[in-house]
């Protein structure tokens, strides 16, 4: 059967033809009103540069949370907002006037209210480093400061070579500061290199000038409106700035997407013989509907990120659901404007020969047909090729995002060296114990002795008195903040990275102590990190439940089969573990970083990215399999049988899916230009998980799940038919 017999079996869904047929007839205005919208969303969506937040990776309703806002509130202690290392080559005594003189200037920042220095604290041994050259202050900032701000001013005016000192700067807001830096690059120069590249493969895929700028217009326009959204979010609750990588990545590739299905139906409907309006409703309403669907199915996967409490994770969701409407928005209103003002001069200034209508028999035909000739063993062959894959993520370690994440040689991260190595206690970085209602200063002493003998506490700091090795060694310099009316704080110093597997096992060794409180909350970095950790791993299978039941309902609606979904959730499950396994082997275990490029091997992978990527590859997937769907499903209705509804199918959407496919991988592999580890992970992730959809998931595994499953592909319980044919999303 030729798309002209199917064109005609099957008239379009009359919602989405009578919107083609709309748009066709007031083109102008239609094509206009988009670029108005466009400026404006464009002149306004710039200033979320300036509104994006650096963290947001901490559980808020977390035990460690709740410590923090005890510690700050209740007791009035505060953590540091810049912890300095002051290197001094002849020695710290050799460079005190110097060192001094610096801290005294550092002191007068707007908005520091204190620093504690070696020299301020009259020697103590915890500031000076092992080996005599490395001090160590730290910076208090005011109750109503700008910390973020303090933290730019010290950087940009004291760190560095400093005289005859080198001073290095860390903390929570200095590394913020660094990864906002260079994520705002990095994103430039990934633009930078994927948008000539892909517009020099948009040449060649659509076949003509012309055509390779349509997908610009739709994406342009999502990416601009999509910061819009996201500006306007920001001014109520906090939104990451790591969100505006997945703005431009799945703004081309939706604008991509959207843009090769609508041209190459428009291209298949003049080849029928339609005239130009016609053509663009009929386009309309077929494409269009698959393109709302696939849209729609975004948003929903997206969404799956809103069961987090995290607004990292959050706002991806934010921006993923902003650039799935909006992606729909310009598909269905600026392509078809566009197309019935370009008419057939959509193929002008073509750069392939030949005819640039789809075929109705090729490359994509012939590989479904002999994958369905043998589909035992290529479904079997190609399960055992994706468990291979998958097969390290058996030894998968989960870390987070710290400082480590950016280059080796960036002056945060080598802050962070530097503190590491050449200081015992990691003094920025402490275990705060809370203990409410606490039964004797006896048992709070026997607690913190408890404590002090763990592996790689350095010391405990009690009310009263400094615990090392199970013994009272000092009393408490400064027990100002220690205590309140119904609860005491203690303070245990270690020598373990907070954010990496030792910091948390740490955590939970303390939170195994038995406490002589009524309650006991453990906080700082590493019990956050502990907590965010728990929360992400504790909902996956919500995630998973969403992700399964949006797969269903919509595909349901979509094809009226209970099959089909299931079979779209296995898949999808299978190319994830095969995505995992390669990014265990690559972060994780340093591998290929001749092609993603140098970074800090932690032997970690970051949690928040892999759920990022999952949700995101998830996502794209689904985008794939709606658009395969579509048109196995108009065939099939329109008489074929499944195996020749597969052939033509595959053959008509296998190489908008692999062009598509190729092109969001460019966009994403882009992202490997990156500095930061966990943009780099998100980059091969997703570009990974792309490329064996599109190639081994949709070219082998559906053709061949297919024809095993023959006409059940197709079956639902009579219940569920009755109600797909009142609700489903039908053709006519």
Known sequence: MNSVQSTVALAPAPAFYRLGGWVARHRWPVLIGYLIVFVIVGVFGVRVFGAMQSEGFDDPASDSARAAVALAEEFGARDPVVVLAIESPDGVEAGASQAQALLDDISQVSGVSEVVSYWSTGGAPSLVSEDGITTRALVYAKDDADTAQISTDIVDAYTGEQGNLVVYAFGGDVVGNAFTTTITGDLA?????????????????????????????????????????????????????????????????????????????????????????????????????????????????????????????????????????????????????????????????????????????????????????????????????????????????????????????????????????????????????????????????????????????????????????????????????????????????????????????????????????????????????????????????????WLALATFVILFLFTGSVLIPIKAFVLNLLSLGATLGVLVWVFQNGYLQWLTGDYTVTGTVDLPTLVLIGVIAFALSMDYEVFMLSRIKEEHDAGMDTADAVAFGLQRTGRIITAAALLIAIVFASFLTSSATNIKQLGLGVTVAILLDATVVRALLVPAFMRIAGNANWWAPGPLKRLHARVGLREG
């Open 189 to 545: 120069r990934a633009e930078s290199i994927a948008i000539p590249i892909t517009a020099l493969i948009l040449l060649f895929v659509f076949g003509s000038v012309v055509a390779a700028g349509l997908p610009f217009l739709v994406a342009g326009g999502t990416i601009l409106g999509s910061f819009f959204a996201l500006w306007v979010v920001s001014t109520v609750t906090d939104v990451s700035v790591f969100s505006l990588n997945l703005v431009t990545g799945l703004g081309l590739a939706l604008g991509i997407d959207y843009s090769l299905l609508f041209i190459s139906r428009f291209r298949e409907e003049l080849a029928g013989g339609q005239s130009v309006p016609d053509a663009v409703a009929a386009t309309v309403g077929s494409a269009g509907k698959t393109v709302f669907v696939s849209g729609i199915t975004v948003a929903f996967a997206l969404a799956a990120l809103l069961i987090y409490p995290q607004y990292f994770l959050r706002s991806f969701a934010y921006a993923g659901i902003a650039v799935s409407l909006l992606a729909i928005a310009g598909a269905l209103t600026a392509i078809p404007a566009l197309l019935a003002i370009l008419g057939r001069n959509v193929n002008r200034l073509k750069v392939r020969r030949g005819d640039l209508a789809p075929k109705d028999d090729g490359a994509w035909s012939r590989i479904a047909r002999f994958v369905m000739r043998y589909p035992w063993p290529v479904l079997v062959a190609t399960v055992a090729f994706l468990l291979v894959l998958a097969a390290p993520a058996l030894g998968a370690v989960f870390g987070q995002v710290d400082e480590r994440a950016l280059p080796p040689d960036h002056p945060a991260a080598a802050a962070g060296q530097v503190l590491q190595d050449r200081f015992p206690g990691n003094e920025s970085a402490p275990y705060n114990i809370v203990l409410r209602e606490p039964s004797s200063d006896a048992d709070v002493l026997a607690y913190a002795e408890e404590i002090s003998l763990l592996p790689d506490v350095e010391r405990v700091t009690t009310p009263t008195d400094v615990v090392v090795d199970g013994a009272v060694v000092a009393p408490n310099p400064d027990p100002t903040t220690w205590t309140t009316a119904d609860a005491v704080r203690l303070e245990a110093i270690s020598s373990v990275r907070p954010i990496d597997p030792e910091g948390a096992e740490l955590v939970a060794d303390i939170r195994a102590v038995s406490s002589p409180a009524q309650a006991t909350l453990v906080g700082g970095i590493a019990a956050q990190w502990d907590d965010a950790t728990s929360s992400v791993l504790d909902r996956i299978w919500i995630v998973l439940l």
